[in-house]
């Protein structure tokens, strides 16, 4: 293995990544105020390459480490951008992981920008996705969808979704499938677009299907593979959340350094006469580097392994990172004061953003359970 030619290519794409991170700075306010994704940002990333290096090639995968570095250089600058890109990484990463035929053939658009949503999360099935209602029932060769997903991302920006669904009324391992449904497939419908709290530029929102006719080619995977796809996906896709939430908290460390410490006599200010600003401020910056290198242990012992994190890992990591987010956005507005809290401020965005990351694809508290279930398993040998 060449490691120059490994960390050349490193290197390369830290570079480029922190490049296309400081030109989203300029559209992250305007989009949050407006809660709308500019179009003109979506053309960016295609124009700047965005999608080839965080999927890869077909003869290439990228590796976790840099999806998350390429991650958390978007986050620190704009974080509805930054998971627009992690979205698309979950869906190529369940689709390729179904081992269908067709799976390359529909990554492949998503390297030149088409966008696309993961269905999942339903009115009542949340966290619980074996309480899930919606319906694929067999109908010759094709499958007849009917329900309602809740809270999806990209939700009338999508082309396409990778749609969950209820194949066999029994609960049980093999009683969810997942389909490939295109936005305009006669049925498929937006009824509604949330006004979060944070992730305000996401368009987040209700996807109905009404007797959604798709092809049993539509089908990823087997039937019966829904749940197998859906929990091996979050075991990659949690750390892309960890890697938003770091860089929510590298930005709101990096905003407020420049707000408070903008020379080194302010720094000279804090360690002669203003020690318990300066050291919330030292604090601040403790825990976002903790958070990243517990981030980076695990997505590149993932590469160099060749295996998904555990699953108590992958809840693990989300959640130290997204508390971190929390715990650090929120002791920058106090530190801020006036400045952070106004309409159009950074520290305020990114508290809000902070917040909505501590839910997002699994609730913390549902994350500890995950690592409880993991207790027995940990050995620190293999870590």
Same mark, same amino acid.
């Given at each position: 293995?060449?490691?120059?030619?490994?960390?050349?290519?490193?290197? &390369?794409?830290?570079?480029?990544?922190?490049?296309?991170?400081?030109?989203?700075?300029?559209?992250?306010? %305007?989009?949050?105020?407006? /809660?709308?994704?500019?179009p /003109?940002?979506?053309?960016?990333?295609? %124009?700047?390459?965005v999608?080839?290096?965080?999927?890869?090639?077909?003869?290439?995968?990228?590796?976790?480490?840099?999806?998350?570095?390429?991650?958390?250089?978007?986050?620190?600058?704009?974080?509805?951008?930054?998971?627009?890109?992690?979205? %698309?990484?979950?869906?190529a990463?369940?689709?390729?992981?179904?081992?269908?035929?067709s799976?390359?053939?529909?990554?492949?658009?998503?390297?030149?920008?088409?966008v696309?949503?993961?269905?999942?999360?339903?009115?009542?099935?949340?966290? &619980?996705?074996?309480?899930?209602?919606?319906?694929?029932?067999?109908?010759?060769?094709?499958?007849?969808?009917?329900?309602?997903?809740?809270?999806?991302?990209?939700?009338?920006?999508?082309?396409n979704?990778?749609?969950?669904?209820?194949?066999?009324?029994?609960?049980?391992?093999?009683?969810?499938?997942?389909? $490939?449904?295109?936005?305009?497939?006669?049925?498929?419908?937006?009824?509604?677009?949330?006004?979060?709290?944070?992730?305000?530029?996401?368009?987040?929102?209700?996807?109905?299907? /009404?007797?959604?006719?798709?092809?049993?080619?539509?089908?990823?995977?087997?039937?019966?593979?829904?749940?197998?796809?859906?929990?091996?996906?979050?075991?990659?896709?949690?750390?892309?959340?960890? !890697?938003?939430?770091?860089?929510?908290?590298?930005?709101?460390?990096?905003?407020?350094?420049?707000?408070?410490?903008?020379?080194?006599?302010? $720094?000279?200010?804090?360690?002669?006469?203003e020690?318990a600003?300066?050291?919330?401020?030292?604090?601040?910056?403790?825990?976002?580097?903790?958070?990243?290198?517990?981030?980076?242990?695990?997505?590149?012992?993932?590469?160099?392994?060749?295996?998904?994190?555990?699953?108590w /890992?992958? !809840?693990?990591?989300?959640?130290?990172?997204?508390?971190?987010?929390?715990?650090?956005?929120?002791?920058?507005?106090?530190?801020?004061?006036?400045?952070?809290?106004?309409?159009?401020?950074?520290?305020?965005?990114?508290?809000?953003?902070a917040?909505?990351?501590?839910?997002?694809?699994?609730?913390?508290?549902? %994350?500890?359970?995950?690592?409880?279930?993991?207790?027995?398993?940990?050995?620190?040998?293999?870590?």
């Amino acid at each position: 293995m060449d490691y120059g030619a490994l960390r050349a290519v490193w290197i &390369d794409n830290v570079e480029r990544a922190e490049a296309v991170g400081a030109m989203l700075a300029e559209y992250s306010e %305007q989009m949050d105020l407006q /809660e709308r994704f500019a179009p /003109e940002v979506i053309a960016l990333l295609k %124009q700047l390459h965005v999608w080839e290096s965080v999927h890869g090639s077909d003869d290439e995968d990228t590796s976790l480490a840099l999806q998350c570095r390429w991650i958390e250089a978007l986050a620190a600058r704009c974080t509805s951008s930054a998971v627009l890109v992690q979205s %698309q990484l979950t869906v190529a990463h369940t689709l390729l992981l179904s081992g269908m035929i067709s799976a390359q053939d529909l990554v492949e658009p998503m390297r030149g920008g088409v966008v696309w949503g993961w269905g999942l999360t339903e009115p009542d099935a949340g966290t &619980d996705i074996m309480g899930m209602v919606t319906t694929a029932e067999r109908d010759g060769d094709d499958f007849v969808i009917n329900g309602t997903k809740r809270f999806i991302s990209n939700v009338g920006m999508a082309t396409n979704y990778l749609v969950f669904a209820r194949t066999n009324a029994e609960r049980g391992s093999r009683s969810l499938s997942a389909f $490939v449904v295109s936005a305009d497939e006669p049925g498929v419908s937006v009824s509604r677009l949330e006004s979060k709290m944070g992730l305000r530029a996401s368009p987040t929102g209700d996807l109905v299907f /009404e007797s959604v006719r798709v092809p049993g080619t539509a089908l990823v995977g087997e039937v019966g593979d829904g749940v197998k796809l859906a929990l091996n996906t979050l075991q990659w896709s949690r750390p892309l959340i960890g !890697a938003v939430s770091v860089g929510v908290a590298r930005g709101v460390y990096e905003t407020l350094r420049d707000i408070e410490v903008p020379d080194e006599d302010a $720094v000279r200010v804090l360690v002669d006469g203003e020690q318990a600003r300066g050291h919330a401020i030292a604090d601040i910056l403790i825990k976002v580097c903790a958070a990243r290198s517990y981030l980076y242990d695990v997505a590149h012992r993932a590469d160099r392994t060749g295996k998904l994190p555990p699953m108590w /890992e992958a !809840a693990a990591v989300k959640t130290f990172c997204s508390d971190t987010a929390m715990a650090v956005a929120s002791e920058a507005v106090r530190l801020g004061g006036r400045a952070a809290v106004m309409p159009g401020a950074r520290l305020q965005r990114y508290f809000r953003d902070a917040k909505v990351l501590q839910i997002f694809e699994g609730a913390n508290q549902i %994350q500890r359970n995950a690592v409880m279930r993991g207790l027995r398993g940990v050995d620190f040998h293999e870590m």
